[in-house]
């Protein structure tokens, strides 16, 4: 039993919970004006946990038959053997379960809100197959955390979460658009669609670029409009200043550095992000 745990945290690539939860965590600060009760935090952690695990589980078992034909992913858990579908499934059902229980556990809204999160996270796995706005889709999952840590705080919807959720959505879909081009051939061959088939890898990494812009004004606005300060500010330019190394580093003729680019520098804008925002908001 734990060896088949271990197999499938590494299958959903646990560790990178890291994308969204720092973002999580900044909107319950901001919707409590401070530190959150802690029975409030911890629930907030298992929904974000239990979402985020159903969904990269459901993900791999939707696209177990494309990630065997494809050399890049053909060694993962369940095409590689090492995890029967039926396994992954009874982990998925457990994390859909610990989501729909915290949020049970916050308040009315968020419980009734719960399987809407859950069908929206899911059903990204299939966009690729009929849509190249794929990436976007991927964007309003993550953008669900935000919105759904300020709801589990404030029991209702606010601009605020809604700006939060639109640069998690912009950023997100901006960083997706990168790593779809190292499976540009891949995806074209087996007729997937994404923002790099159509459009050609040049173009996409431009659009990518758009989309990292327009995330940069969007926390800004989110600065304004929370009161937030310098210390706050001083994130979104370090932010900034990352999102320009990492276009930097991925050229049309050079995707070498894609999971630089994807993991590590992303998973810097999140925790930057997350820090500098709640220090902002506990030295006022």
């Excluded at 745990?5 to 401070?34: D, N, Q, Y």
């Excluded at 858990?77 to 039926?86: D, E, F, Q, T, V």
């Excluded at 309003?140 to 029991?155: C, T, V």
Aim: one cysteine or more.
């Amino acid at each position: 039993m734990l060896r088949k745990t271990r197999i499938i945290l590494k299958m959903i690539k646990f560790e990178h919970t890291i994308f969204a939860l720092p973002f999580a965590v900044m909107s319950m600060f901001l919707a409590s004006r401070g530190i959150p009760e802690l029975g409030k935090i911890s629930w907030i952690l298992v929904a974000m946990v239990g979402a985020r695990s159903c969904a990269m589980s459901f993900n791999r078992i939707a696209d177990a038959d494309i990630d065997a034909s494809n050399p890049r992913t053909a060694m993962r858990a369940i095409p590689s053997g090492h995890l029967k579908k039926w396994e992954t499934w009874i982990f998925t059902i457990v994390s859909a379960s610990l989501l729909v229980l915290a949020a049970f556990k916050l308040n009315p809204l968020a419980f009734r809100l719960s399987p809407l999160a859950l069908v929206v996270t899911m059903l990204y796995s299939y966009t690729k197959r009929f849509t190249s706005l794929s990436h976007f889709w991927l964007g309003i999952s993550l953008a669900i955390s935000p919105i759904g840590a300020w709801i589990a705080i404030k029991g209702q919807f606010d601009i605020l979460p809604i700006l939060l959720g639109l640069a998690v959505m912009f950023w997100t879909a901006g960083f997706d658009i990168i790593y779809a081009c190292q499976d540009f051939d891949f995806d074209k061959r087996k007729g997937l669609h994404s923002i790099p088939v159509k459009l050609g890898i040049r173009v996409s990494l431009w659009i990518s670029s758009g989309m990292h812009i327009l995330t940069v004004c969007i926390l800004i606005s989110i600065g304004i409009t929370s009161e937030l300060g310098s210390t706050y500010l001083t994130g979104v330019g370090i932010v900034m200043a990352i999102l320009i190394y990492e276009h930097a580093i991925v050229k049309p003729d050079d995707l070498s550095r894609v999971n630089l680019a994807f993991f590590t520098l992303n998973g810097m804008v999140s925790l930057v992000l997350m820090v500098l925002s709640i220090a902002d908001l506990l030295m006022t």
